[in-house]
Each structure stands twice: as structure tokens, then as C-alpha cells.
């Protein structure tokens, strides 16, 4: 009994350790004006293949994008896109995604512009799109319950 005792104290501490260390770095992350969008479209090809998750810097003024700059904006629907400037002009910055043939129709104005991607990880918005439906949000509160639960069960193991 003592061996499952040291094994759930150790498995409780990993866990709430990697939840509170995750939690840190998105709010971190938030202050620092990153915001995090998964790619739905593979129209960047294999710099961010479907799944991806973007990190994209709100602070990134409009004023300082430069040719070849990957950007996020919103489109007339109000769907974000992210794709490569492939022009800047007077009017605007124009943008193409890396596997399409033509430049995006409209151009992106200070209006619609929200940042510039810093980086990106891979696969990553796969995970991330499960928490934004009906069964992951189920999850992360069924998560919470066990931690909190486990947490009390903890304090008395360790006692």
C-alpha cells in the first residue's frame, strides 16, 4: 500500500506540475501579446502544414511588414487567415499562400491586420481544436474535477 501511495504522490505531483507550468506559459505568452491560431488549410504548404499551431505577435506594428513577412488578418467574413506579403504598397500589403497560384483578391490594411507569426509547431492545433468542441471542454472539466479530487486525496496520502 505504501508503493501505490509514493506512486499516486509522484504521478499527482508530475501532472499538476505540468498543468500549472503550461498554464504560466499561456499567460505569459497572452502578456506578451502572442495569440495562438491553429491552420485549417493547406494553403502554406509544409512552413505550416494543416494542424499547426501559429504563434502570432499582436505588438508586430503594421508600419514595419516586409516582403516575405508571414501575417495574420481578417478576411471580409471575419475568418483569420495567415499568409506570406508578397507585395507592400500605398494601399496595402498584399499576401499569397505559399501553395496558391495567385495573390490573395484584397489587399490587408491596418484595419484587418492583426500580427506577424513569430513560429509555429507542427500538429499541435489537432490537440488544441479537440478543447474547442462540446467533448473536449467535457474533458478539461473532467480533468479539473480528478485534480481537485486527487488533491485532497494527496494531502491526506502525504499526512
Given at each position: 500500500?505504501?508503493?501505490?501511495?509514493?506512486?499516486?504522490?509522484?504521478?499527482?505531483?508530475?501532472?499538476?506540475?505540468?498543468?500549472?507550468?503550461?498554464?504560466?506559459?499561456?499567460?505569459?505568452?497572452?502578456l506578451c501579446g502572442?495569440?495562438?491560431?491553429?491552420?485549417?488549410?493547406?494553403?502554406?504548404?509544409?512552413?505550416?502544414?494543416?494542424?499547426?499551431?501559429?504563434?502570432?505577435s499582436t505588438y508586430?506594428?503594421?508600419?514595419?511588414?516586409?516582403?516575405?513577412?508571414?501575417?495574420?488578418?481578417?478576411?471580409?467574413?471575419?475568418?483569420?487567415?495567415?499568409?506570406?506579403?508578397?507585395?507592400?504598397?500605398?494601399?496595402?500589403?498584399?499576401?499569397?499562400?505559399?501553395?496558391?497560384?495567385?495573390?490573395?483578391?484584397?489587399?490587408?490594411?491596418?484595419?484587418?491586420?492583426?500580427?506577424?507569426?513569430?513560429?509555429?509547431?507542427?500538429?499541435?492545433?489537432?490537440?488544441?481544436?479537440?478543447?474547442?468542441?462540446?467533448?473536449?471542454?467535457?474533458?478539461?472539466?473532467?480533468?479539473?474535477?480528478?485534480?481537485?479530487?486527487?488533491?485532497?486525496?494527496?494531502?491526506?496520502t502525504s499526512e
Open positions: 500500500m505504501a508503493k501505490i501511495k509514493k506512486v499516486f504522490n509522484t504521478v499527482y505531483i508530475v501532472i499538476s506540475t505540468a498543468v500549472i507550468t503550461v498554464g504560466v506559459i499561456l499567460v505569459v505568452l497572452l502572442i495569440r495562438l491560431y491553429s491552420v485549417q488549410s493547406g494553403s502554406m504548404g509544409e512552413l505550416l502544414p494543416v494542424g499547426s499551431v501559429c504563434f502570432v508586430s506594428k503594421y508600419e514595419n511588414i516586409e516582403y516575405g513577412d508571414v501575417i495574420s488578418f481578417r478576411v471580409s467574413d471575419g475568418m483569420r487567415v495567415t499568409h506570406r506579403v508578397v507585395k507592400v504598397t500605398a494601399e496595402g500589403v498584399y499576401t499569397q499562400g505559399d501553395m496558391n497560384k495567385e495573390q490573395d483578391p484584397d489587399p490587408v490594411t491596418k484595419e484587418n491586420y492583426i500580427g506577424k507569426t513569430v513560429f509555429a509547431l507542427p500538429y499541435l492545433g489537432a490537440a488544441l481544436g479537440f478543447f474547442h468542441t462540446l467533448w473536449g471542454k467535457i474533458a478539461i472539466c473532467f480533468g479539473i474535477l480528478l485534480l481537485v479530487i486527487a488533491g485532497v486525496f494527496y494531502k491526506k
